[in-house]
């Protein structure tokens, strides 16, 4: 008797974490590839479980969700989403906010770095059109 008074409640828990039916459904193993390589950098296996690379897909999938969703409900009440609600969603996690700061500070030496190279190669092309025509 005690076995299946567990076993509903056993199954309500497995139950919960497979994606409902009128959750939006979405094409599996997109990340695959990515996420083996990072599971074997991490200590798994070369070559992981499919079940496994797929449990952490659906994990990561399902956060990055629900991060988004968090986000576009506070961006709604300005009328906008934008980087700063994520980083306000993350505000208590410092290693990502360390890491996603990083990132966006990187971010922006490179679109420095690009303009730079693209008006000095501007300038270039200028210097050898000139040089042609004389």
């Known amino acids: 008797m005690s076995s299946n008074a567990a076993g509903p409640s056993s199954k309500s828990k497995a139950g919960s974490s497979q994606p409902s039916e009128t959750t939006f459904k979405r094409k599996r193993g997109v990340f695959q590839k990515e ?3 990072m599971m074997y950098g991490f200590g798994d296996d070369p070559n992981p479980l499919p079940e496994s690379v797929a449990l952490v897909e659906d994990i990561a ?3 990055v969700t629900d991060l988004v969703h968090k986000a576009q409900d506070i961006g709604s009440k300005r009328g906008k989403l934008s980087v700063e609600d994520f980083l306000y969603l993350i505000r208590k996690d410092m290693p990502k906010l360390n890491r ?3 990132l966006l500070s990187m971010n922006e ?3 420095q770095a690009r303009k730079v190279f693209e008006s000095d190669e501007e300038k270039l092309r200028k210097v050898f059109e000139a ?3 004389s």
């Open 61 to 63: 999938v399902e956060y």
């Open 131 to 133: 040089d042609e025509e």
């Open 100 to 102: 996603c700061t990083e």
């Open 109 to 111: 030496e490179l679109k």
């Open 35 to 37: 996420l083996q390589h």
